[in-house]
């Protein structure tokens, strides 16, 4: 249903709706971690990334998302979502989260402490987010037809850009300097 790869090209990530995530190791194509959200349940994944740094991962159900060490393979926080998941962006080390969801807002989550930083607000789903590296910059992209630009930590829009249907892809550069 969903899948990414890592920044550093070295890892592949495919979340199933059917059998939960699963990480692959592109030189040789073997299969490292099985990731589900439940023990003995596989997760609807919806929504899979990793973080600019390709040193975590973070799946996510409707309502539920959890965040992964690669090198581990383990668990680093489990967060509720109560907006239904949509697409996940993910700093350097995992620190911070961006999450777009159907409620038409987008979380911007300290991973550390699990606290929501702020909610950042669409007239449409929030289809697509991306976070800098140092998770001080975010774009998100809307069913609303917006593009907004955000100084995360002040929760404050910087620019928009009206396109007038769907925004389905947004991508940001390592510094934030740029947006497509």
Known sequence: YTGAVSPNGEYALIGSIQHGG?????SDGER???WNHASGQFSKLVAVTFST???FAITAESKRFVLWDVQSGKSAGFW??????LALALADNGRYALIGQEDYTALYI????GAILNKLNHSGDVNTVAISANGLVGVTGSEDGTVRVWDLPAGKETFAYQLGDDVSAVTISRDGSLVF
């Open 22 to 26: 699963s990480l692959w190791r592109l």
């Open 32 to 34: 490292l971690y099985n």
């Open 53 to 55: 740094d390709s040193r």
């Open 80 to 85: 509720p979502a109560e907006g239904g998941v």
């Open 110 to 113: 300290d991973t550390a402490t």
